[in-house]
Nanobody, 123 residues
Framework: VQLQASGEGSVQPGGSLRLSCAVS????????IGWFRQAPGQGREAVAC????????YYNTPLEERFKISSDGAKNMIYLQMDNLKPHDTATYYC?????????????????WGQGTLITVSS
């Protein structure tokens, strides 16, 4: 299994960015993809998760209003749309995948991780 995150960039406060995660290698569609982020000097934080087979999504509640996770099955892509970005959203964002994810916000539930992509929100 390979996960390839992309969408690294800088944006001013209030701006938007979309992260992409290219997913390959799962034998079927019964897996979940989560997005996590890690701000400088802080621990990793769960952002959102989507179950590939039924499209059910989960969010870190404070972020749900501004962030949206989605999938494109035909392209094996998972997206994280981030709107109204704030300076405290600055972090390295990771996509992660697992086939037996019971607690979506627990990073130990995920077996596969993409490389991080840095998002900087600054004026």
């Amino acid at each position: 299994v390979q996960l390839q995150a992309s969408g690294e960039g800088s944006v001013q406060p209030g701006g938007s960015l979309r992260l992409s995660c290219a997913v390959s290698g799962f034998p079927d569609i019964y897996y979940a993809i989560g997005w996590f982020r890690q701000a400088p000097g802080q621990g990793r934080e769960a952002v959102a998760c989507i179950r590939r087979h039924d499209g059910i999504t989960y969010y870190n509640t404070p972020l749900e209003e501004r962030f949206k996770i989605s999938s494109d099955g035909a392209k094996n892509m998972i997206y994280l749309q981030m709107d109204n970005l704030k300076p405290h959203d600055t972090a390295t964002y990771y996509c992660a995948g697992g086939r037996a994810v019971l607690i979506w916000s627990d990073e130990s539930e995920y077996d596969y991780w993409g490389q991080g992509t840095l998002i900087t929100v600054s004026s």
